[in-house]
């Protein structure tokens, strides 16, 4: 199963964009999942406590993120006949979808070795998870050094992006139904082997359908060198601290959806609506993104983002409890959302082609996972940030809420999340590498010709 030698600027086949998007359509599906209904399975399925389970997510996501930079200077040491970065995807597949599996049988086990076994196995799930997704994100920029293949890359990953997320949202209640009858203990091993047996094989066949034409030499790690990427490589540095407030705000913002809905508008099954509109804005950009990116510089296309992200969050403030209001502005933030992220992967490819062009050594996957390092602290920050103003404002769960209960939800709904955009703006305004990219990747690419 050895690569064959293919030239960098090759077009790629259809077979292979649309394989490459599917390792991302199994990592969104199940990781939504998680996010989504992780946390009820603790508390009302498993019986672990609300406190307890609190502290054994955040404990796991810490240990996570910083798990992130090893797994990125462990890759850029790599070298085998496959490549970099995709034999990762080939050993951690198995591993990881056991790990899923292991979550959610901690119903069965007695007593107070629930918790234990709650963050064992979630800790092991996220580092299995940082194991197959990091050298999975950072693979994007080694399969083409053509912009225009990558832009289609990255279209492919974003269109199973957003169905992974649709279909681990709205087929996730249905299907335990289907598999528990009856007993929601059934329910969630039964959908946890479903999703496993769909890791497995969209996982192996992203690995199995592509190829890694840009491969490096091994880099060994060095804080010198990390210091020095961090100097010279301005457009990296940007990305990362982009990457951290961007999830402060939209995971605060959709962490707090349900409070929004359900005592701001008096509705709580709103918030399904609020939530689902994510989705369909993320697939109605990915065909945006490689049109407007091919008339626009990627910076002015995310500030309009960023823009829409602000005013659609503001605007919702100013509808009151008008649900057809709320709804429509709610749609204009979520638009605004997908189109910043949906550019942000190319803009980081272009990023780390920046880095080498300026240091000399391609550190792929240092670089990559440290910007998802950025993630992961934001969305840690995000879960201490927000439950900080709702204990601040005297939020009481299931009872009406003061006043200043319901200041403190539009401040996590609204508030936070538009300052943070805010400040991602403000670092996108000294984003200069649109300009100078163009010489930067026929400098690279001759480079890599010759090497």
């Known amino acids: 199963m050895e690569d064959k030698k293919t030239p960098a600027g090759e077009k790629l086949s259809f077979r292979e964009t649309a394989c490459y998007g599917l390792g991302d359509l199994a990592c969104s599906m199940v990781f939504n999942f998680m996010a989504s209904y992780l946390l009820y399975f603790y508390t009302d399925v498993a019986g672990v406590g609300v406190a307890a389970a609190g502290a054994t997510m955040s404990a796991a996501r810490l240990i996570d993120a910083f798990a992130n930079p090893v797994v990125g200077v462990l890759s850029d040491k790599t070298h085998t006949r496959w ?5 990762y995807l080939l050993f951690s597949a198995i591993p990881l979808a056991t790990s899923v599996l292991l ?11 629930k918790t234990l ?3 064992a196995t979630y800790t092991l799930f996220c580092l299995l998870y940082t194991i197959c997704n990091v050298p999975y994100t950072a693979m994007m920029p080694n399969l083409s050094e053509d912009p225009a293949q990558r832009a289609r890359l990255n279209l492919s990953k974003f269109i199973c992006v957003s169905i992974g997320t649709f279909l681990s949202m709205g087929l996730a209640l249905p299907l335990i139904n289907l598999f528990g009858r009856g007993s929601e203990q059934r329910g969630f091993v039964g959908i946890s082997l479903f999703f496993s047996v769909i ?5 192996l066949v992203c690995f199995a359908n592509t190829r890694e034409r840009i491969q490096p030499p091994p880099v060994a790690f060095s804080l010198q060198t990390l210091l020095a990427t961090v100097k010279k490589s301005r457009p990296w540095v940007i990305c990362c601290g982009a990457q951290l407030f961007f999830y402060l705000a939209t995971v605060t913002r959709n962490s707090t959806a349900l409070y929004y809905a359900k005592y701001c508008l008096g509705d ?6 609020l939530l689902a509109v994510g989705s369909f804005t993320t697939f109605a950009t990915c065909f945006l993104v490689p049109v407007a990116t091919a008339r626009m510089k990627k910076r002015t296309f995310t500030l309009i983002g960023y823009s829409l992200f602000i005013a659609g969050s503001l605007l919702v403030y100013f509808a009151g409890g008008n649900l057809t209001a709320v709804f429509l502005c709610n749609i204009l933030a ?3 959302a997908s189109m910043s992220n949906g550019v942000s992967f190319l803009i980081l490819g272009e990023a780390i082609d920046h880095s080498e062009y300026t240091t000399g050594t391609r550190q792929q996957g240092l670089l990559t996972s440290m910007s998802m390092f950025m993630v992961k602290i934001g969305v840690v920050l995000s879960s201490v940030v927000s439950a900080a103003i709702l204990g ?4 009481v769960p299931d009872q009406p809420q003061a006043a200043s209960a319901l200041a403190a939800i539009h401040v996590n709904f609204i508030f936070l999340p538009c300052i943070a955009a805010l400040a991602c703006a403000a670092l996108y305004l000294f984003y200069k590498l ?3 990219y163009p010489a930067i990747n026929a400098a690279l690419r001759e480079k890599h010709r010759q090497g």
């Not at 709580?268 to 609506?273: C, D, E, I, K, V």
């Not at 601040?392 to 939020?395: A, D, E, K």
């Open 117 to 119: 076994y709650a963050l």
């Open 334 to 336: 979520n638009l605004g």
């Open 434 to 436: 649109d300009d100078q």
């Open 103 to 113: 979550m959610f049988l901690c119903s069965w086990v007695p007593g107070p070795g």
């Open 83 to 87: 490549g970099k970065l995709r034999p």
């Open 392 to 395: 601040l404002g005297g939020y």
């Open 199 to 203: 890791i497995i094989v969209l996982v």
């Open 268 to 273: 709580a099954g709103f918030a399904s609506l």
